[in-house]
């Protein structure tokens, strides 16, 4: 298991210490989460190793995973153990009861993800293991939008719930 002192915080980003790849944002320089595994970080690393320089997206990185091209089964497998351990660190901290992983995943195929879910489970832990449940999301579209619109109402009903439950009385 990584140790706590790989990784630091960096305003909303998660860095991996000893990284050597750039982020694009000026205030972390070096090893956030965001500049390796995300979905153009995947893309750039497959551009980088190609002789040819071919421009790739993301999710051609991913599916090629799926169908086990060696270089991006290794690229998406560097990320997801990469996302496991972080996700991991972030369960012993907040202590969440539910992991939910954008659907997106699922297109690396299977074996990506056992290997997201042996190194999230390595990194969490066993007193956090019990309550925690995982899921991959099944929905494909506007997910940041609707994620964002539930917590707005999960706000306006705390908020609704204290004002029903004070004295207080609107004129």
Not at 62 to 89: N, P, Q, W, Y
Not at 92 to 111: H, K, R, Y
Not at 151 to 164: S, T
Request: glycine share 6%; net charge positive.
């Amino acid at each position: 298991m990584l140790g706590c002192l790989e990784y630091q915080w960096c305003r909303c980003h998660v860095v991996k210490r000893n990284s050597q790849v750039d982020c694009n944002d000026a205030l972390c320089g070096i090893g956030c989460l965001e500049a390796i595994a995300s979905l153009s970080a995947l893309a750039k690393k497959a551009a980088e190793s190609d002789f040819l320089k071919r421009q790739y997206s993301g999710m051609d990185i991913l599916r090629a995973a799926a169908k086990h091209d060696k270089l991006a089964s290794r690229i998406v497998d560097e990320a997801f153990t990469l996302l496991g351990t972080t996700v991991g660190g972030l369960v012993n901290i907040l202590s969440p009861q539910m992991i939910l992983f954008d659907s997106i995943i699922n297109e690396a195929g299977p074996e990506a993800l056992t290997v997201l879910m042996r190194s999230l489970q390595k990194a969490v832990l066993a007193s956090h293991q019990k309550q925690l449940k995982v899921r991959v999301s099944t929905l494909t579209s506007h997910i940041g939008a609707l994620g964002g619109a539930a917590a707005i109402l999960v706000r306006q009903r705390d908020i609704f719930l204290f004002i029903r439950h004070t004295t207080l009385q609107f004129v």
